[in-house]
């Protein structure tokens, strides 16, 4: 018979490295998915899942039933991430839409490449998950591991928390900002939003995956940023404010001024994740709907907490693999952000793209 996991644990905890190979093996997977959203490197998410059973294997004779197996795991892989990333700066996104803006022609190469092969064309789902990643890159670390877990992985808010090592509270603080912050950036970025904010690629994806012809656009033959791009630095305010902030919008109008539900604007927004969870207790849900309802700046800004949340659960957990399309706009997106070939841009391309070595860096 068999050896059951509880029987493999046992053995393991008492120095057997083949009961415990045979437990890292059913979770190296996981863990890997883990790293990988934590890091955007598949090359430093396979450093830390090594790192990470390592000390699993170091300490399992003081693993206690307590908690499973797989959070306990988690638990370790999500501080070895934290301590990898700790000093390192989040992706910048306007780096990004900047460098695309100002390299028209190899944007156009790279996106024939990926969208127009017929052989080699990345659905849109790729686009999508590439996108879901570089934004999660960009949150702070903690809020990174939050929403990783909580909207890409699956978790319970609780069985993140225990995996972090963080209160439940905490967790849910964490988890509620980084969803602010995604909303902010699809709401003022992204064209399948609002056809007059900058990024197209989703869109470009779509046209090519039904066969659509593409548009002309600026850098010929393929739907691209428009020649006057937004930018939430330099557009005004009714343009570029996030969701959410609109305070600044509505002159006599104060978000911490009581509304007719005795709740404050500010008070409502803490709440929205909770009702989107639905977590909320009877009364505490039953005054943030009536607020909602007489509200429209608090009720856009749950809708589209709704709608990102929802992207990010949809297309989160889309396999961004080395070699494939979708791996290879990841790859060139992390090259690009880290600054690996910042003084010879073509080789960004020529490597993430067509497989060609680099000649920078």
């Keep these: 018979m068999p050896d059951t996991p509880l029987a493999l644990l046992e ?36 450093d830390l ?5 390592l000390k699993a294997y170091t300490h399992i004779a003081n693993f206690e039933l307590r908690a499973s197996l797989s959070t306990w795991l ?9 301590d990898s990333q700790r000093g390192k700066k989040p992706w910048d996104l306007d780096k990004r839409w900047q460098w695309f803006r100002e390299n028209g022609e190899l944007v156009q190469q790279m996106e024939q490449n990926l969208y127009l092969s017929p ?35 699956g978790m319970s808010r ?12 905490s967790l849910k603080t964490e988890l509620h900002r980084a969803r602010k912050k995604m909303t902010d950036v699809y709401e003022t970025r992204c064209a399948l939003i609002d056809e007059k904010n900058e990024c197209t690629g989703c869109i470009v994806a779509a046209r090519i995956q039904h066969k659509k012809a593409p548009t002309v656009g600026a850098r010929g033959g393929v739907p691209s940023a428009r020649p006057t791009v937004r930018s939430a630095t330099d557009a005004s305010v009714t343009e ?50 009536a607020h909602l309802a007489t509200c429209e700046t608090c009720a856009a800004s749950y809708k589209a ?7 990010v659960q949809a297309h989160g957990n889309t396999p961004l693999v080395p070699g494939t399309p979708g791996g290879q ?33």
């Design 74 to 82: 988690f638990r370790i892989a999500t501080n070895t991430c934290l």
């Design 305 to 311: 907490m709704k709608r990102t949340v929802r992207f």
């Design 11 to 46: 053995r393991a905890r008492a120095g057997d490295k083949d009961a415990f190979g045979l437990l890292a093996e059913e979770h190296r997977q996981a863990l890997q998915r883990l790293c990988y959203k934590m890091t955007g490197s598949h090359e430093e998410a396979e």
């Design 240 to 289: 570029a404010a996030p969701i959410g902030q609109a305070d600044a919008l509505d002159a006599g109008t104060s978000r911490r001024a009581p509304t007719a539900t005795g709740l404050t604007c500010d008070q409502i927004d803490e709440l929205l994740s909770d009702l989107f969870a639905d977590e909320l207790p009877h009364a505490a849900r039953t005054g943030v709907e």
């Design 49 to 53: 899942v090594q790192e990470t059973l």
């Design 119 to 153: 052989e080699r064309a990345a659905e849109v789902k790729e686009v999508a998950a590439t996108c879901v990643n570089c934004i999660t890159m960009s949150l702070p670390e903690k809020q990174r591991a939050a929403i990783v877990m909580c909207d890409q992985m």
């Design 329 to 361: 706009y990841q790859d060139f997106t992390r090259a690009m952000m880290d600054e690996e070939y910042d003084r010879e841009p073509i080789d960004v391309i020529a490597e993430a793209v067509f497989g060609k070595k680099g000649r920078a860096g």
């Design 158 to 169: 609780e069985e993140a928390a225990n995996s972090i090592g963080a209160s439940v509270a």
